[in-house]
């Protein structure tokens, strides 16, 4: 009995998730395989290319790099925040949280308006006779860093703060009444512990830069393409839907990759960790 029941509630989300989110992403990708008859042609005309290698290894890059600034910022950043009283909690939440609440397109100009030519750094460098010139930030693989790390950021951020206000203070106490230094506490207690944290905000913040296509159109341009510019260029300027479906496929395939090689690490440090305990 109860086990129809779940089945009855089941089964209808089921199948609109199926309907809704597979069934359009399958039919994006089977004509990859099966245009001028089933094979992988496309692919490997796509993997061979030098042009779209080089798209495909800067999507790569700049989706590590900005994970890994995220962490090397994210991770401190949470431990101030997890440590403070309730209403100073709560309002630096909120403050991180903003970048998030503002439309993309926004965002986006907004970082024109500071990197560009005329923009806030250039016009502060030149003040100060610093540069002659104004530097070119815009259209480079800089500016999409700089542009995905302020919206991936939070992210990372709110993840760890999560998992850090979970941690036993006694344990941290206890570490400092023995001795430790504080930045011994952090790097040899808080991190181990919230380890598992920081692989769920780096999958986060990798699968949201390697799929983001806002960011790197309006700050990296046609120079700097990214595989999601790549897809809204092959799809909509295009049309050809072939490539497009190929490139969704490669791009799912990448994240959910990452993810799984994640939770496959996490898994070994959570039995490392037991082992040990």
Request: charged share 10%; glycine share 6%; with cysteine.
């Amino acid at each position: 009995m109860k086990k129809s029941i779940y089945t009855t509630l089941v089964l209808p989300c089921f199948i609109l998730v199926t309907v809704v989110l597979i069934v359009p992403i399958v039919m994006i990708v089977i004509p990859s395989f099966t245009e001028g008859g089933l094979s992988l042609t496309h692919y490997i005309t796509f993997l061979s290319d030098p042009f779209y290698q080089g798209i495909l290894w800067r999507t790569l890059k700049l989706s590590v790099i900005t994970t890994l600034i995220c962490a090397l910022f994210g991770i401190p950043t949470a431990y101030f925040i997890s440590i403070q009283k309730k209403s100073v909690k709560s309002l630096l939440q909120a403050l991180v949280m903003f970048p998030l609440l503002t439309n993309a397109v926004v965002r986006g100009f907004a970082w024109m308006n500071v990197l560009g030519r005329n923009g806030l750094i250039n016009k502060f460098l030149m003040s100060l006779s610093l540069i002659e010139e104004p530097l070119s930030l815009m259209y480079t693989e800089l500016a999409i860093v700089v542009g995905s790390v302020y919206l991936f950021l939070p992210l990372m951020i709110t993840t760890l703060t999560s998992v850090m206000e979970n941690i036993d203070s006694d344990l941290v106490n206890a570490t400092l009444s023995l001795g430790a230094k504080p930045y011994q506490v952090f790097f040899k207690v808080i991190i181990p512990l919230c380890f598992s944290g920081i692989l769920v905000g780096s999958v986060l913040v990798f699968t949201g830069t390697l799929s983001a296509y806002t960011t790197p159109s309006l700050l990296g341009g046609n120079q700097n393409m990214m595989l999601a510019t790549l897809l809204y260029q092959q799809a909509n300027q295009l049309s050809n839907w072939t490539n497009a479906g190929m490139i969704s496929l490669i791009m799912i395939v990448l994240s959910l990759t990452v993810m799984k090689g994640m939770n496959r690490l996490s898994k070994r440090l959570d039995k490392r960790g037991y082992e040990h305990a």
